[in-house]
């Protein structure tokens, strides 16, 4: 078990990783809003057009895998930016049951606006880039964590883990 016993109280607010990764979450999606904005996209948009820009096509299966969202959650976006003419679905001609996902023009074009958002992200934040770099890798190590928490308490109560 930790060790707690240097801090004063393990309950308080402040001294919670989840409230402070909360909190950072919101913070930073806020920054993110109005540079999305103009391109039309929300901040879980942004990361369905990132992942295309660098893997088109995905089946709906691997996309929800990469980002980490259910299928429920991916499916209504999807259906958004394809209302928005920047993605298309389409069955996979080997497997109907799969649904290949995959830009349009437009999508693609739209990834010349998206190249200025990270360093106005940085230059918004004020934080040196090794600074951001560093957290990046940090909260990797906590996210791999988490799944392996989560995917041994699962195991444990005899669930089977997330797909």
Same mark, same amino acid.
Request: aromatic letters at 4%; proline letters at 7%; hydrophobic letters at 45%.
């Given at each position: 078990?930790?060790?707690?016993?240097?801090?004063?109280?393990?309950?308080?607010?402040?001294?919670?990783?989840?409230?402070?990764?909360?909190?950072?979450? %919101?913070?930073?999606?806020?920054?993110?809003?109005?540079?999305? $904005?103009?391109?039309?996209?929300?901040?879980?948009?942004? @990361?369905?057009? @990132?992942?295309?820009?660098?893997?088109?096509?995905?089946?709906?299966?691997?996309?929800? %895998?990469?980002?980490?969202? $259910?299928?429920?959650?991916?499916?209504?976006?999807?259906?958004?930016?394809?209302?928005?003419? @920047?993605?298309?679905?389409?069955?996979?001609?080997?497997? $109907? %049951?799969?649904?290949?996902?995959?830009?349009?023009?437009?999508?693609?074009?739209?990834?010349?606006?998206?190249?200025?958002?990270?360093?106005?992200?940085?230059?918004? @934040?004020?934080?040196?880039?090794?600074?951001?770099?560093?957290?990046?890798?940090?909260?990797?190590?906590?996210?791999?964590? +988490?799944?392996?928490?989560?995917?041994?308490? %699962?195991?444990?109560?005899?669930? +089977?883990? +997330?797909?």
């Amino acid at each position: 078990m930790s060790d707690f016993g240097d801090i004063p109280d393990p309950l308080s607010l402040e001294n919670q990783v989840c409230f402070a990764l909360a909190v950072a979450s %919101r913070g930073v999606i806020a920054v993110y809003r109005p540079l999305l $904005e103009p391109m039309g996209l929300t901040h879980p948009q942004y @990361l369905v057009m @990132l992942a295309l820009w660098q893997h088109a096509p995905l089946s709906v299966k691997d996309l929800s %895998r990469m980002l980490q969202l $259910e299928p429920a959650t991916l499916s209504p976006l999807l259906k958004r930016l394809e209302a928005g003419g @920047l993605v298309h679905r389409l069955r996979a001609s080997e497997d $109907e %049951r799969s649904l290949a996902v995959t830009l349009t023009p437009a999508g693609r074009h739209l990834r010349g606006e998206a190249e200025k958002i990270p360093a106005a992200i940085v230059e918004r @934040l004020g934080m040196e880039l090794g600074e951001l770099r560093h957290l990046h890798q940090m909260l990797t190590q906590v996210i791999a964590a +988490a799944t392996t928490a989560n995917t041994s308490h %699962r195991a444990v109560r005899g669930q +089977a883990p +997330a797909t």
